[in-house]
């Protein structure tokens, strides 16, 4: 809180205080709390996090090699900025199934999804050349989600 009658500068510091406390702490638990709720209602897939890593290409300085690894389950990719699963859930036209690692220039969108029995999961958004992060954040545990109301 501040005081009225502070001068400009103790409130730009209050505030600079309280937005960064919203983006380092309320955003990220808000996150989790929000897909725990969208877990216990069925709404979040039950299905691994597509993870990804860069490698260097051993024949082109302005391409890099992406390696995408899910538990073992399919991987639909696009690098057409489409989504490879339709309206409806269908796969679109476009969408490969990802064997070996994929050659990428710099810039483009890469969007991957997992399809298992029917069921899709999250879409991924990659942009070549992006920093990927060190480790995804984890799903949350079912057990914990079964109180979520």
Known sequence: RTNPRDSGLVKFEAWFKEVER??????????????DQFFGRGLYPDLPEIQARWKPSATDDESHRLELEADKSPIYYT??????RRFGGKL???ASLYKNPLAVKAGTLILCRIREAGEWGPLREIRA?????????????????????
């Open 92 to 94: 679109d036209k476009t």
């Open 79 to 84: 690098m057409n900025q489409r989504d490879p």
């Open 129 to 149: 050349g992006q920093r990927l992060a060190l480790r995804s954040p984890q799903r949350p545990d079912r057990s914990a989600s079964q109180n979520v109301r």
């Open 22 to 35: 919203t983006r380092m702490q309320y955003i990220p638990q808000r996150s989790r709390i929000i897909i």
